[in-house]
C-alpha cells in the first residue's frame, strides 16, 4: 500500500514517460558543465579544453607567430565573444558495443573507437539533438548499425548541416545500402520531434572505407539542399559541399580577405578553391571581374545556382583544377589582378604554386587553415618575387590547437630587386 503522496508522484512518473518516451527511445543523455568536458581527452577533438580562452587566443598568436613572423607583422588573433556550440556542420558515427548497446559520437583520436557523445560544446546544440533522437529511434525502426569489421549493417553516420541565419536543417543518413526501411515513417518521427528538419538526405556509402559520404545522394525528404546567409549573400549547400563551419568567424575572415585584396572596383580576380563561390562572391561586389576554379563538380554547380540567386553578372565558374586553369590563361598572355586561395590543410603544391608564378597576378590573398603548410607555401613565393604584407590570424575552431590566417602577398617591381656579382 502507497503512502500518502506517493500516487502523486507515480503519477508525474507516468506522464514523464509519456511526454518523453521510453527508455529504448530516449537514451539518458550525458551533459558536462559550460567550459568543462571529462570526453575532451578521449575524443581529443578539443586540445585546449580547460583553458582560459584568452590563454588559448595568446597561445595561438605565439604559435602563428613563430611560423610567418620571418615573413612580416602577425596581428593579435581575432576571437569569438561567444566560442561555445559554434560548428553549423555536425558528423556522428555510430557503433553498436557487446551488450548491444548502440552509442553515437566521434572516433577516439587515433583510432576506430567511438566514444559517445550526447551533447559537444563547441556542435550546435540543435545538431546534436538530432543524433540523440535518432539513435533512440534505431530500435523501433529495426535499424542496424554499420560494422566496420564485418561489414553487416546499415546506418554508418549522421551528418547535420543548419543554416546560421536561415535555420534550415539537413539530416544525411549515411547508409551502406539505398534502402531505408519504412522510410516515410522514419522521417515523419523524426520531424514530429524536429520540426526544424527542411530536408533528409540517404548518402550511399558502400565501400569499406573511412570516407565519410559516399558519391550517391537520394533525397528522401524536402529539397535536397539547404541555404544560409553569409556577407550579406545567399548560398545553397548541398550534402557534400564544402561550407565554413563557424559562419560568425567566417564573415570576419572573408572581411578581413577582402579588405587586403585592396579592391577598387576594376581587378580581375580569381576564386582558385572556390567551392560553393563564398569567397568570390563577397569579392564580387567591389572587383570588375571574378573566376571561380573548383575541381567538386556538386559545389560547381551550387556556385552558379548561388550566383544566380544573388543576381551577380560579374562572375563565372569553371569545374576545372585551378593550377591548370591558371597556366592555360598564363599561356593565352590572360593576367589577373588578385588571386584568392583557400586550400585544404595540405596546403599547396608547388604545381599550383609555380601556375600561380606564371600568371604573376599583382596580390595573392592567401587564407590557411594550417600555419604549416602556410609558411611552407609563403617561403617559395616570397623567394619568388613576392613579398608578404600583413598576416590576420582568425580563431575559427575555439578550444582546438587549430587557427585560421590571412596572408595578403604583393608582387615585387623589377626596380626592388638587388643584383649582387660575386667573385
Given at each position: 500500500m502507497?503512502?500518502p503522496?506517493?500516487?502523486?508522484?507515480?503519477?508525474?512518473?507516468?506522464?514523464?514517460?509519456?511526454?518523453?518516451?521510453?527508455?529504448?527511445?530516449r537514451?539518458?543523455?550525458?551533459?558536462?558543465?559550460?567550459?568543462?568536458?571529462?570526453?575532451?581527452?578521449?575524443?581529443g577533438g578539443c586540445?585546449?579544453?580547460?583553458?582560459d580562452?584568452?590563454?588559448?587566443?595568446?597561445k595561438?598568436?605565439?604559435?602563428v607567430?613563430?611560423?610567418?613572423?620571418?615573413f612580416g607583422?602577425?596581428e593579435?588573433?581575432?576571437?569569438?565573444?561567444?566560442?561555445?556550440?559554434?560548428?553549423?556542420?555536425?558528423?556522428?558515427?555510430?557503433?553498436?558495443?557487446?551488450?548491444?548497446?548502440?552509442?553515437?559520437?566521434?572516433?577516439?583520436?587515433g583510432?576506430?573507437?567511438?566514444?559517445?557523445?550526447?551533447?559537444?560544446?563547441?556542435?550546435?546544440?540543435i545538431?546534436?539533438?538530432?543524433?540523440?533522437?535518432?539513435?533512440g529511434?534505431?530500435?523501433?525502426?529495426?535499424?542496424?548499425?554499420?560494422?566496420?569489421?564485418?561489414?553487416?549493417?546499415?546506418?554508418?553516420?549522421?551528418?547535420v548541416?543548419?543554416?546560421?541565419?536561415?535555420?534550415?536543417?539537413?539530416?544525411?543518413?549515411?547508409l551502406?545500402s539505398?534502402i531505408?526501411?519504412?522510410?516515410?515513417?522514419?522521417?515523419?518521427?523524426?520531424?514530429?520531434k524536429h520540426?526544424?528538419?527542411?530536408?533528409?538526405?540517404v548518402?550511399?556509402?558502400?565501400?569499406?572505407?573511412?570516407?565519410?559520404?559516399?558519391?550517391?545522394?537520394?533525397?528522401?525528404?524536402?529539397?535536397g539542399?539547404?541555404?544560409?546567409?553569409?556577407?550579406?549573400?545567399r548560398?545553397?549547400?548541398?550534402?557534400?559541399s564544402?561550407?565554413?563551419?563557424?559562419?560568425?568567424?567566417?564573415?570576419?575572415?572573408y572581411?578581413?580577405?577582402?579588405?587586403?585584396?585592396?579592391?577598387?572596383?576594376?581587378?580581375?580576380?580569381?576564386d582558385?578553391?572556390?567551392?560553393?563561390?563564398?569567397?568570390?562572391?563577397?569579392?564580387?561586389?567591389?572587383?570588375g571581374?571574378?573566376?571561380?576554379?573548383?575541381?567538386?563538380?556538386?559545389?560547381v554547380?551550387d556556385a552558379?545556382?548561388?550566383?544566380k540567386?544573388?543576381?551577380?553578372?560579374?562572375?563565372?565558374?569553371?569545374?576545372?583544377?585551378?593550377?591548370?586553369f591558371?597556366?592555360?590563361?598564363?599561356?593565352?598572355?590572360?593576367?589577373?589582378?588578385?588571386?584568392?586561395?583557400?586550400?585544404?590543410?595540405?596546403?599547396?603544391?608547388?604545381?599550383?604554386?609555380?601556375?600561380l608564378?606564371?600568371?604573376?597576378?599583382?596580390?595573392?590573398?592567401?587564407?590557411s587553415c594550417?600555419?604549416?603548410?602556410?609558411?611552407?607555401?609563403?617561403?617559395?613565393l616570397?623567394?619568388?618575387?613576392?613579398?608578404v604584407?600583413?598576416c590576420?590570424p582568425?580563431?575559427?575552431?575555439p578550444?582546438?590547437?587549430?587557427?585560421?590566417?590571412?596572408?595578403?602577398?604583393?608582387?615585387?617591381?623589377?626596380?626592388?630587386?638587388?643584383?649582387?656579382?660575386?667573385?
Amino acid at each position: 500500500m502507497r503512502k500518502p503522496g506517493e500516487n502523486n508522484k507515480f503519477r508525474k512518473k507516468e506522464n514523464a514517460k509519456k511526454q518523453h518516451g521510453s527508455k529504448s527511445e530516449r537514451p539518458e543523455k550525458h551533459i558536462c558543465p559550460p567550459g568543462e568536458c571529462d570526453l575532451a581527452k578521449k575524443c581529443g577533438g578539443c586540445q585546449y579544453q580547460g583553458m582560459d580562452y584568452e590563454k588559448q587566443l595568446n597561445k595561438k598568436h605565439r604559435e602563428v607567430k613563430e611560423l610567418l613572423g620571418s615573413f612580416g607583422k602577425v596581428e593579435p588573433v581575432i576571437g569569438m565573444q561567444e566560442p561555445f556550440h559554434y560548428r553549423n556542420k555536425v558528423n556522428a558515427t555510430f557503433q553498436r558495443l557487446k551488450n548491444g548497446t548502440v552509442i553515437s559520437g566521434a572516433y577516439q583520436q587515433g583510432t576506430h573507437s567511438v566514444v559517445k557523445i550526447d551533447e559537444c560544446q563547441i556542435e550546435d546544440k540543435i545538431a546534436d539533438s538530432i543524433i540523440y533522437d535518432i539513435r533512440g529511434m534505431l530500435r523501433s525502426f529495426k535499424i542496424k548499425v554499420y560494422d566496420e569489421d564485418s561489414g553487416y549493417g546499415l546506418l554508418r553516420h549522421v551528418l547535420v548541416r543548419r543554416g546560421f541565419r536561415t535555420g534550415e536543417v539537413m539530416v544525411v543518413l549515411v547508409l551502406a545500402s539505398p534502402i531505408l526501411p519504412s522510410k516515410n515513417n522514419f522521417v515523419k518521427a523524426l520531424r514530429e520531434k524536429h520540426p526544424e528538419v527542411t530536408t533528409v538526405v540517404v548518402n550511399v556509402n558502400d565501400r569499406r572505407t573511412s570516407v565519410v559520404l559516399g558519391e550517391r545522394n537520394i533525397t528522401i525528404y524536402g529539397k535536397g539542399f539547404i541555404e544560409d546567409e553569409l556577407c550579406g549573400l545567399r548560398f545553397r549547400i548541398s550534402p557534400s559541399s564544402f561550407y565554413q563551419i563557424n559562419p560568425v568567424q567566417t564573415e570576419i575572415l572573408y572581411g578581413k580577405a577582402i579588405e587586403f585584396a585592396g579592391l577598387t572596383g576594376k581587378e580581375k580576380v580569381i576564386d582558385a578553391y572556390c567551392g560553393i563561390g563564398t569567397i568570390g562572391m563577397a569579392a564580387a561586389g567591389k572587383a570588375g571581374s571574378v573566376i571561380g576554379v573548383e575541381v567538386n563538380r556538386d559545389a560547381v554547380r551550387d556556385a552558379i545556382t548561388n550566383a544566380k540567386r544573388n543576381n551577380m553578372k560579374n562572375i563565372t565558374f569553371y569545374n576545372e583544377d585551378a593550377g591548370e586553369f591558371m597556366v592555360k590563361m598564363a599561356t593565352q598572355g590572360e593576367t589577373a589582378d588578385v588571386v584568392f586561395m583557400d586550400p585544404p590543410r595540405a596546403g599547396s603544391d608547388e604545381a599550383f604554386l609555380s601556375s600561380l608564378l606564371q600568371l604573376s597576378p599583382k596580390r595573392v590573398v592567401y587564407i590557411s587553415c594550417n600555419p604549416v603548410t602556410q609558411a611552407r607555401d609563403l617561403k617559395y613565393l616570397t623567394s619568388h618575387g613576392y613579398r608578404v604584407e600583413r598576416c590576420q590570424p582568425v580563431d575559427m575552431f575555439p578550444w582546438t590547437y587549430h587557427i585560421e590566417v590571412v596572408c595578403v602577398l604583393s608582387k615585387l617591381k623589377s626596380g626592388h630587386h638587388i643584383s649582387t656579382e660575386v667573385n
